[in-house]
């Protein structure tokens, strides 16, 4: 108990808690992608069924953004991405004891609504805990946590259904999730919630006044198009790797080289926004994407498939910490972080949500080849907005 207590009390800063449900929450929601596979193998479901659920478990997020930004104003933050934790384990749950692909539709939901209501409440913390000169290190070092499970845990999951099935793999990632959330009720979170972060106050503005403003309608743009070329991709890598012949249980692993270029990427990006400006990166960064996908999409190749994969791993999700800034930036002279960020989250979830279905009818119809080259297309419209962001800077 001694052990237990000096752990609670070394590990208690608001900070250290929000990394660690980061790396729970986005190891859970790739781990989720990697399930889609050998579901549909099992139920008899085509792509573009698999990309309806993809829809779904998006869309959570959309109608949840602007709740969840104030819910977690008056429950605090850090309890509501606890109470997050429960649901997205319900989902896993109910995906384990799914009879049909009909009885998958409210085991997405459930898993939806504790995934959605992640990154907006997180986001709005991080931008109000920190400041404007080291923001892109501090969401860089943030977003980059996300990898380690992602890695850590995605990575395992194929070799698990590989061995015990998906229902059983799905039933033991509930049980796991409860057990922490638990320890996170009832031991944690009860001590890191007495502690308190300098804020920065906020003016008084309404949502559509916050929206009106220039800056922040390129930003959301520019976030629109940015989350359709990036949010599916890993949704669609699985099968595009299986139909050049990759071996299901290797799945897992291909997808660990896929995290680990997102950790650089988000690590390396954010310090980068610092040095260079979040634009300047922003551009280059969806360059070198659209180049990769193109090149993934039409070499026959498996090794410069997985070295095109760690390179979209960089640019893709490396993306993430400097459009986060690029909102922080936007409304940084009234803090309505929240507001902000449970919006420009609404609206890249649009994107987010549209792909899988749009990009799963693509794959049917045409080839999924076709589908990894209306991301790249979409990764170079994301580059217009994003220099309308930069030529609008206040005066």
Aim: no cysteine; glycine share 8%; proline share 4%.
């Amino acid at each position: 108990m001694k052990i237990l207590h000096r752990f609670i009390q070394k590990h208690t800063h608001p900070f250290f808690q929000l990394n660690l449900l980061h790396i729970l929450n986005d190891g859970y929601f790739a781990s989720f992608a990697l399930f889609l596979p050998f579901i549909a193998k099992d139920m008899h479901i085509s792509l573009t069924d698999v990309g309806l659920l993809g829809t779904i478990l998006s869309s959570l997020g959309f109608f949840l953004a602007l709740p969840s930004g104030y819910i977690a104003a008056k429950i605090g933050g850090l309890r509501l991405l606890v109470f997050g934790m429960f649901f997205y384990a319900l989902g896993y749950l109910a995906t384990s004891f799914s009879p049909n692909y009909l009885g998958l539709f409210p085991a997405v939901i459930l898993a939806g609504v504790g995934l959605g209501i992640f990154h907006p409440v997180a986001f709005a913390l991080i931008a109000k805990w920190s400041t404007k000169e080291t923001r892109g290190r501090q969401m860089g070092n943030f977003t980059a946590l996300g990898e380690v499970g992602r890695i850590g845990i995605a990575s395992l999951v194929t070799i698990i259904i590989a061995a015990v099935g998906w229902r059983s793999t799905a039933f033991l990632y509930a049980i796991i999730a409860i057990v922490i959330g638990f320890f996170f009720f009832f031991f944690l979170l009860k001590k890191t919630e007495k502690m308190t972060l300098k804020e920065k106050p906020a003016l008084p503005m309404r949502l559509r006044e916050i929206i009106a403003q220039k800056r922040f309608l390129f930003v959301n743009a520019t976030s629109l198009f940015d989350s359709f070329a990036s949010t599916s991709l890993f949704i669609f890598l699985p099968f595009l790797l299986l139909e050049r012949g990759t071996e299901p249980a290797l799945l897992g692993l291909l997808s660990a080289a896929y995290f680990a270029g997102n950790f650089v990427g988000k690590t390396a990006l954010g310090r980068l926004v610092d040095r260079f400006g979040n634009t300047k990166i922003f551009i280059v960064s969806q360059l070198l994407m659209a180049v990769f996908i193109t090149i993934m999409a039409s070499t026959p190749f498996l090794p410069l498939i997985i070295v095109s994969s760690i390179v979209l791993g960089v640019f893709t999700k490396g993306t993430v910490p400097v459009v986060q800034t690029m909102v922080s930036e936007s409304v940084e002279h009234h803090g309505n972080f929240e507001k902000a960020f449970g919006f420009n989250s609404m609206i890249a979830r649009i994107g987010g949500t549209i792909a899988p279905i749009l990009l799963g009818f693509i794959s049917d119809e045409f080839s999924i080849t076709t589908a990894f080259f209306v991301m790249a297309i979409a990764a170079l419209l994301a580059i217009i907005p994003a220099v309308g962001f930069a030529l609008s800077k206040e005066q």
